[in-house]
């Protein structure tokens, strides 16, 4: 039987039933439409699908929509203001950190989750900061450089 649960994603108020065994990843791309979100392994191993969950990075592919009940979500959709991108999402474009794309909102979200807490962090922090998320393109050391470079 459905239930009915209340969040908020983007500061945008949300109100719906959902089945018991929904992911929150699949809450967020299927039944409010923000795509940003990506779908990998489904088992928690590529950080593909992270958003934060009030103020904290999860990998959505292992919470249940009812989980979300009464939470705060940030999908990467969340970051651009009417001033334009967010300073890491400028970074990552700089610097060439973004190839295929796939893993990028993650990564993002996991770095600007780092930065928020840490503003100056060494590589090591940096490193252990992005470590559950993957990036099959890039190498890392662009991704590294843009978060340094914030
Ligand atoms: S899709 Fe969630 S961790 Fe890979
Ligand atoms: S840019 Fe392709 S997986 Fe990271």
Redesign the pocket.
């Given at each position: 039987m459905k239930k009915l649960i209340q969040l908020t994603v983007n500061d945008r108020e949300v109100e719906i039933a959902v089945e018991p065994n929904m992911t929150l990843t699949d809450l967020i791309r299927y039944e409010i439409g923000l795509t940003g979100t990506k779908k990998g392994c489904e088992t928690g191993d590529c950080g593909a699908c992270t958003v934060l969950l009030n103020g904290l990075p999860v990998n959505s592919c292992l919470v249940l929509a009812v989980q979300a009940n009464g939470c705060t979500v940030e999908t990467i959709e969340g970051l651009e203001t009417e001033d334009g991108l967010h300073p890491v999402q400028d970074a990552f474009v700089e610097h060439g950190a973004?190839?295929?794309?796939?893993?990028?909102p993650g990564?993002i979200l996991s770095a600007k989750h780092l930065l928020d807490k840490n503003p100056n962090p060494d590589e090591s922090e940096i490193r252990a900061g992005i470590a559950g998320n993957?990036?099959?393109?890039?190498g890392y050391q662009k991704i590294i450089d843009a978060i340094k470079s914030v």
């Amino acid at each position: 039987m459905k239930k009915l649960i209340q969040l908020t994603v983007n500061d945008r108020e949300v109100e719906i039933a959902v089945e018991p065994n929904m992911t929150l990843t699949d809450l967020i791309r299927y039944e409010i439409g923000l795509t940003g979100t990506k779908k990998g392994c489904e088992t928690g191993d590529c950080g593909a699908c992270t958003v934060l969950l009030n103020g904290l990075p999860v990998n959505s592919c292992l919470v249940l929509a009812v989980q979300a009940n009464g939470c705060t979500v940030e999908t990467i959709e969340g970051l651009e203001t009417e001033d334009g991108l967010h300073p890491v999402q400028d970074a990552f474009v700089e610097h060439g950190a973004i190839q295929c794309g796939f893993c990028s909102p993650g990564m993002i979200l996991s770095a600007k989750h780092l930065l928020d807490k840490n503003p100056n962090p060494d590589e090591s922090e940096i490193r252990a900061g992005i470590a559950g998320n993957l990036c099959r393109c890039t190498g890392y050391q662009k991704i590294i450089d843009a978060i340094k470079s914030v």
